[in-house]
């Protein structure tokens, strides 16, 4: 709260996050870890003339991780799923003045796979794989209906040669990643579109200690996009220090 008695943005705020973690393991085998989780906000403006902005935001979610390996064959699968509400206390008086509703949510699943084989002491061939689902659109809490208006879809798929050292890794391969958008109730702005892209990726990591780590990666794709087509070269660089 503010002392000024001109400022309208006065607001109380409510938060509360819970979740909880169950883990199995069948060592030295595969390990999964399941997580849920539930977090809860709500703002309140304590003023009238703002208090058609107050409003709930619910997140509910289920996140897992199962690790395997066997011998010259490693795994990795996490998954992800969650649901985002954001629910305006007073979204029926809007409506009941031919407003338009203001309510929305946000839900989304993702699948990612890491499959690897040792084929020689220092090589081994690794593929990656990733599946990501989305959509958006208005919502009715109370009738827990949501109208969709926009769907997203992306894959992922890249493989690669590895070598490894004691202090530092280096990788080359091919990757090929698509996205489509789907605009289920069609704006004048907007259109549904499909995005491609495959090429060449290369990577050096380079690991000082256990607190030091140095990551390049390149990417060289040729993409389609909209019936366009367009090279896309990208460069990253990534240091991490631990203290």
């Known amino acids: 709260d503010t002392p000024d008695t001109t400022n309208n943005d006065d607001r109380d705020e409510w938060r509360l996050n819970v979740s909880g973690q169950l883990i199995w393991k069948q060592f030295p085998y595969s390990r999964l870890q399941v997580e849920l989780i539930a977090q809860f906000y709500h703002l309140v403006y304590l003023y009238s003339v ?31 799923l969650q649901a985002n509400y954001y629910d305006y206390d007073y979204d029926s008086f809007f409506l009941k003045n031919s407003q338009p509703i203001r309510s929305f949510m946000h839900r989304s699943l993702l699948v990612e796979e890491r499959l690897s084989r040792r084929v020689a002491y220092r090589w081994s061939v ?103 087509r367009y090279t896309l070269p990208r460069f990253k660089m990534k240091g991490l220090i631990r203290f």
């Open 50 to 80: 703002k208090s058609g902005e107050n409003y709930w935001n619910r997140t509910f979610g289920i996140n897992s991780k199962y690790r395997w390996s066997q011998g010259v064959w490693q795994s990795h699968l996490r998954t992800a």
């Open 126 to 228: 690794q593929c990656d794989l990733s599946y990501k689902w989305e959509d958006d659109g208005r919502l009715d809490w109370d009738r827990f209906i949501e109208d969709v208006i926009t769907r997203r879809e992306q894959e992922l798929l890249t493989m690669t040669t590895r070598y490894i050292q004691n202090h530092w890794e280096a990788w080359l391969g091919y990757s090929v990643k698509t996205r489509s958008t789907e605009y289920i109730q069609p704006n004048p702005s907007t259109e549904s579109g499909d995005w491609r892209g495959q090429g060449p990726v290369a990577g050096f990591i380079l690991r000082y200690n256990r607190r030091t780590e140095w990551d390049l990666s390149l990417e060289y794709f040729k993409v389609v996009e909209a019936g366009r």
